[in-house]
Each structure stands twice: as C-alpha cells, then as structure tokens.
C-alpha cells in the first residue's frame, strides 16, 4: 500500500464535500477539462476551479495534457486510502460476526 | 451466509454491516450484554478479549484488554451512549492506556448496533461503525496496519473446536 504518498486529512476533508465528490466520480473517465467540468455546477468557473484545486492538493486528481488539451483525471490511489479503511473495518465485523454465528450454532446444540 | 449486506460511504466515512441469525433479538442482545460470552466473539482468534469492567448503562464505561500471541496486551473502553434492551447500543468504542485511561492519540469510533425481530424466528443485527474525523481515520489507518487486527482469519476452526468443549 502506497499510503506515504498521501496525507489522508487531506483527502477526507477534500470529500466531505458534494460537489467535490461529484468531481471525483466524472473524472474518472478522465475525459474533461475544467470548462467542461464547470459547465455540470450551478456555480462559477472559478468556484469549480477552487474546488479542482483542493481534490489536486488531497491527491486525489491532477491535471493531464493531452496534446492542446488538459484534462481532469481521478487519481485511484487517493481514493483507495479512504476504502482501505472502511475494508478493514468490514472485514473487522465479518470475523466478529462469524464468531457471534459460531456461538449461537453452538448454544443451540448444547440445548438439543 | 449469515453477513447480508455491507454498505460503505466513502465520503461520510461510515461502514455498516447488517447480518442474519436464527435466533431471537434477546438471543443476540446476550452476546452484548453478557461479558463472557462477548469475550468470545470481541477479539480475534489471535488476541481474545477479556473485559473487566461492563454495564450496559448510560454513561457507563467498559473496560477490556486483548491478550497477544507474545503476550502483549492492548486495552480498550467503551462508554456507553444509549440502551434500549434488547434492541440498541450504542457506545464509543476507544482506546487505553496501560493504565486503563483513554488513549488520546488513538482514535474513536462510534458504533450505532440495531437488533430487529424480522420473523421466522430470525434476527437481523445491523452495525453502523462512524469515523468521527479524518484524524482518527488517520490514526486506525496506521493502528491497524501494526496491530494486524483484522488479520485474524485461519484459527476460527481452532476457537470452534474448543467451543465444541466449553459451550
């Protein structure tokens, strides 16, 4: 895991927020530029700019040129800091609640 | 499968996890509720649970350590939030200092657990686990990769053998 590279403040407070998150998921296709992208808010230019520029600070998009064009790309890894955690938890839960099933399997016995 | 469904949101950063058991809600409540049978489904296999202080009161708080494969022993609390028998608990789950003491550095969770009557004689435990902020998702990120403890997968065949003896 490539956890260094990432400052994981960053990234959760940068996906607290809608719009934010709306980013995210779009630029993953990697396929806009900020006009483009700017054009799906009800807000201005520069607000979508701002908010492109904390995602790239948290790591979790950059900017990519292609040829004349520069668009806005999701960076995985980013976000798979966030879902690393939340697998450890699920995977914490499942082995708890299979044990919770073992106990209950095995008081049913013992009263048979 | 007794896990039916998982649902994360990475944004609010919480995780719940809802499962099903033959078994009535009071049945499940007694796994919370009474001391020595949540000691044999807290920890993993690897670092089972004993808690030395428990009451499913208000306010109370719940004293636990793990016990490790090289004898060390991480402490852990609960404080207890809200009790409706034997349908929700909640509680903040933290933890300790050697001493017993709340261990700031590390982070603390809250988890909401909802037990329902959903017929047939079965039960449905559900588990939302709430990361308060993005601190404490910090802190676990770098606890759980040292204490490994999600990895305790491999001995349930183990802990059930000795069930078969003791229950």
């Known amino acids: 895991m490539q956890l260094v590279a990432f400052d994981p403040d960053r990234i959760f407070s940068a996906l607290a927020d809608a719009t934010r998150r709306d980013i995210v998921s779009r630029a993953i296709s990697g396929g806009e530029g900020i006009a483009e992208l700017a054009e799906h808010y009800p807000m201005s230019f520069a607000a979508v700019q701002k908010h492109i520029a904390v995602l790239e600070r948290a790591g979790l998009v950059s900017k990519q040129r292609f040829g004349r064009r520069k668009v806005v790309r999701t960076r995985l890894e980013g976000l798979r800091v966030a879902q690393d955690l939340l697998d450890r938890y699920e995977q914490l839960w499942r082995e708890r609640i299979d044990r919770m099933q073992d106990l209950i399997t095995d008081s049913r016995e013992a009263i048979q | ?167």
């Open chain 2, 1 to 167: 499968m007794t896990v039916t469904a998982v649902r994360k949101d990475t944004a609010a950063l919480t995780m719940t996890i809802s499962a099903e058991f033959a078994a009535t809600p009071r049945r499940i409540w007694q796994l919370w509720a009474d001391p020595r049978q949540l000691e044999r489904w807290w920890g993993p296999p690897t670092y089972p649970a004993t808690f030395t202080e428990h009451s499913l009161t208000p306010g109370a708080r719940v004293a636990y350590h793990m016990t490790g494969p090289s004898g060390d022993q991480p402490r852990g609390w609960w404080e207890v939030v809200e009790v409706d028998p034997p349908h929700t608990l909640v509680f903040r789950d933290g933890f300790a200092n050697d001493d017993g003491t709340p261990n700031a550095d590390l982070p603390v969770t809250t988890a909401r657990v909802t037990i329902e009557d959903i017929g047939g004689g079965r039960t449905r435990m559900s588990i939302e686990s709430a990361f308060p902020d993005s601190e404490a998702m910090e802190r676990i990120l770098s606890f759980g990769a040292e204490e490994g403890l999600t990895q305790a997968v491999g001995q349930i065949d183990t802990i059930l053998a000795e069930d078969g003896v003791t229950a």
